[in-house]
């Protein structure tokens, strides 16, 4: 005879009934949690929806559309996966009740498990947006809209510059949506290209490019070049320069007689040389102030070099960019730039920067930054990038008005959001006004526009 189903031990009131073949019946509290399930699964798959095109608010700050839009349509799938596995759940659920037999209720709990790493890894893209987009609400919206105008300003820059270059086909060669901007804790700026395969995603493509600033980098508008560096890593990727790039510095330097092993090093750091380039000619000078802000540490930490490393040696670095702005016609900058450099660093043999580098530098920096800034592209339509854009003179009289205007606490005019970043650095330079000044008219001159 089969044990109460109140008082049954679990393999007594799982046992088959001699008689029948059948469970036994189901224990009150397990028949309670059954049904929970099915509501549990069914309430998770409706709760993950798609967002709102207004519930991050409606002001200049909000996402806009098409990043929503964007967001939406990564997560529609995932979203319509996990609602077809809450169903099954519920029916699961269903079949259990009716038959609890062993083989039922395992079934339940696969479907179960399934459905609920399935809730996870959307919840988790979910969050992400979530917060991201949430900042948008919070006091921080003015400063991450600013970012997002300048990041905007590269764009079309470069892209007004390549002009009927690219070709007749501008529905595919303008992007969309624009770079996104949040604050995120840490040391470095980061981006996440459009396209690219995230861990945050679930090794899903981001719609989108991202620009992740520190919060120490919102507080110094003019440490912001971070935004211009950051917003160029995304236009290669965007242009379809990340394998040409590489071919043609490889290229060059083997025809120069550099060992492979130099070439390799080289080759190896373009992105970020194309980046720092790309952003030097946005941004001007004030772009190697704000670089050598950032690199600017202990001989031991801007001296030290990695074999592996992406990044060129932060000592190196700067001395790259000073070879293009010396070609922007910047001389007397770059000069006065690379004495300071060289007096806060004397001794580059320091640090364990291979001596083949260090010797062959001058050249390979030539021709590197002649490979990235002056060679036409397809990929740009047969322009160079300094053809495209490319800041001057001009540029500089324009920055330095407006850095004026910022330290008296007055509109700097018409002059473009990528600019900005200059004339903050210009006034904070030359002690036109305290820093809390400058930042607050730099972020209300740029939220009002």
């Known amino acids: 005879m089969a044990a109460h189903p109140e008082t049954a031990t679990h393999e007594e009131w799982l046992r088959p009934n001699p008689e029948t073949g059948k469970a036994a019946m189901l224990p009150a509290s397990l028949e309670t949690w059954l049904r929970i399930q099915s509501i549990n699964a069914l309430r998770h798959g409706a709760a993950l929806r798609p967002f709102q095109k207004d519930e991050f608010g409606t002001g200049p700050a909000s996402p806009t559309d098409a990043h929503i839009e964007a967001v939406n349509d990564l997560t529609a799938a995932l979203r319509r996966q996990l609602i077809k596995l809450s169903q099954d759940v519920s029916s699961a659920v269903s079949l259990a009740r009716r038959k609890p037999t062993s083989e039922n209720l395992r079934w339940l709990t696969d479907r179960k498990e399934h459905a609920g790493n399935w809730v996870r890894l959307v919840e988790g893209i979910w969050k992400f947006y979530f917060e991201v987009f949430g900042q948008r609400q919070s006091r921080f919206a003015p400063h991450l809209l600013a970012c997002d105008r300048i ?242 003179h001009k540029d500089l009289l324009m920055v330095e008005q407006a850095g004026l205007r910022l330290a008296a606490s007055r509109d700097p005019g018409i002059i473009p959001a990528l600019f900005l970043v200059g004339a903050a650095r210009w006034a904070l330079d030359r002690r036109l006004a305290r820093p809390g000044v400058i930042t607050n008219n730099f972020y209300r001159a740029l939220v009002k526009r």
Request: one cysteine or more; glycine letters at 10%; aromatic letters at 10%.
């Open 151 to 392: 990041a905007l300003d590269c764009y079309q820059y470069v892209y007004t510059g390549l002009g009927s270059a690219l070709g007749g086909g501008w529905g595919k060669s303008i992007p969309s949506p624009a770079p996104f901007c949040y604050m995120e804790t840490g040391f470095a700026p980061a981006t996440y290209r459009r396209g690219v395969f995230m861990a945050k995603l679930g090794r899903r493509a981001n719609p989108f490019p991202l620009i992740q600033l520190p919060y120490h980098r919102l507080i110094n508008p003019w440490t912001l070049g971070a935004v211009l560096h950051e917003s160029s890593h995304n236009l290669q990727s965007d242009l379809g320069l990340w394998k040409a790039v590489p071919l043609q510095i490889a290229r060059r330097l083997l025809d120069a007689g550099l060992s492979r092993p130099v070439v390799r090093l080289w080759s190896r750091w373009h992105k970020e040389i194309w980046a720092d380039l790309c952003a030097l000619l946005l941004g001007g000078p004030a772009i190697v102030a704000s670089l050598m802000d950032i690199v600017g540490r202990t001989p031991k930490s801007t001296l030290q070099f990695d074999q592996a490393g992406v990044h060129p040696t932060p000592y190196l670095r700067v001395l790259i960019n000073l070879e293009l702005l010396g070609r922007m016609n910047f001389q007397n900058e770059a000069e006065a730039f690379r004495r300071g450099w060289s007096r806060l660093y004397p001794n580059p043999t320091a640090g364990g920067i291979p001596r083949a580098v260090l010797t062959t530098f001058p050249e390979a920096a030539r021709l590197v930054v002649d490979a990235i800034a002056f060679t036409p592209y397809g990929q740009l339509g047969g322009k160079s990038l300094a053809q495209a854009v490319k800041f001057d």
